[in-house]
């Protein structure tokens, strides 16, 4: 055998034991985020939701389960135009009770990512890092269109009408939610939550619920929806990474999901309502700077793309996939949005900044204030990406 052949043979003998490990890998973590269930549904548009018993889930496996805040349960009425449901509840309804629905993760998903770590995690070129001239060429690019307040808070709501933009590769996503961001006591802390279309991730290119959490800065710690030991989900009628069953169209119905996300006074834990309906929780125990309180709120959108050097602007769309001056019917918002102060009394978000890395290609709207109650503290929020002006 010839010296480049034994080196050849000890590359190949390398990448295969490589390959056995990362195999390994995801075959544990497939166990972990599939857990035993009680009952399987599969949906229309090919999603396996597994009903599994609420203490199996990969979360509770180190902690106790908290079953109910204690306060601020009461459903919210908004006047909406109409509330966007989950393909789930459309076609199943719910899980039996003490179960929860938990979206299967496949083979063939997991087979896209070459590690668990970037199965489950955004990555550190995430909201609040370097700024975005400091990237090289190559990397994962984040850009935003978003609304901020500081202070002291205990919890946020917001109402965000679904669109379905497009997205132009399947490892590209774009996003709109809330952000509840600490970073007193040290490395940066945050718990996100709204929707998502994520092709490679979920498969299929419609908008999906999703929830994040990170305790260091999108790091090592955090993931999404059940990915990992975080979020604590009760409910037994949403599925995080869940499909939405009916999405907004340009000057047709605007379909709308409310979320509030509160830290119980007791306890500490952060919890999520959607329209009202009690979801989950982040435990305390996750965090640090997010122990008491937070002193960041923001709300807006996310596209996240590989920058090469020399190649134009990804065409991935933000929002709507328009730009927020084209307004009501056609551009993506958030309304009704509202703080809930160190008192525990809900205000309205009024002085919120807008930013945006790159308003030529994404931005958002200042927020503006309703004089009535039903749109209140809003914004409008988005972009098409490449253009003219976005080269």
């Not at 959607?274 to 309180?293: C, M, R, T, V």
Request: charged share 20%; hydrophobic share 30%; aromatic share 10%.
């Amino acid at each position: 055998m010839s010296e480049t052949e034994a080196l050849l043979l000890m590359v190949c003998f390398l990448l295969a034991h490589a390959a056995a490990d990362l195999n390994e890998e995801m075959r544990d973590f497939l166990r972990d985020v599939n857990p035993p269930f009680v009952t399987n549904h599969t949906l229309s548009n090919g999603d396996i939701i597994l009903c599994v018993p609420i203490k199996n889930q990969l979360s509770l496996r180190n902690q106790t389960l908290q079953l109910l805040p204690p306060q601020m349960m009461s459903k919210q009425e908004h006047n909406r135009s109409e509330n966007s449901g989950q393909l789930f509840g459309l076609e199943v309804g719910s899980c039996k009770e003490n179960t929860i629905p938990v979206l299967h993760t496949s083979n063939t998903i997991a087979a896209r990512f070459d590690s668990v770590r970037k199965l489950t995690k955004k990555h550190s070129s995430g909201k609040n890092r370097v700024p975005l001239a400091d990237e090289e060429p190559g990397v994962e690019t984040h850009e935003h269109g978003y609304n901020q307040l500081n202070g002291n808070f205990r919890g946020m709501e917001t109402t965000i009408n679904v669109w379905e933009p497009y997205v132009e590769k399947t490892s590209e996503f774009s996003l709109a939610q809330l952000w509840i961001i600490s970073k007193k006591l040290g490395p940066l802390n945050t718990i996100e939550a709204g929707w998502q279309i994520y092709p490679k991730f979920y498969g299929g290119t419609g908008p999906r619920l999703f929830v994040y959490w990170t305790a260091d800065g999108y790091d090592k710690t955090g993931c999404y929806n059940l990915r990992c030991q975080g979020f604590v989900q009760t409910s037994n009628k949403y599925v995080l990474g869940g499909s939405f069953s009916s999405v907004s169209t340009p000057d047709s119905t605007q379909y709308e999901k409310t979320l509030r996300v509160f830290q119980d006074d007791s306890s500490k834990n952060w919890w999520l309502q959607i329209d009202g309906e009690s979801i989950g929780y982040w435990p305390a125990s996750l965090f640090q700077s997010l122990q008491n309180g937070a002193e960041t709120l923001e709300a807006g959108g996310e596209v996240c793309y590989d920058k090469e050097s020399g190649v134009r602007h990804t065409k991935t769309g933000m929002g709507s996939g328009e730009f927020p001056s084209q307004g009501y019917l056609k551009a993506a918002y958030q309304r009704r949005i509202q703080y809930l102060d160190s008192n525990g009394v809900m205000q309205p978000a009024i002085g919120m900044k807008s930013g945006a890395e790159v308003p030529k290609c994404y931005t958002a709207t200042s927020v503006a204030a309703d004089k009535g109650d039903d749109w209140g503290a809003y914004f409008f929020f988005g972009g098409p990406g490449y253009s003219n002006k976005c080269p």
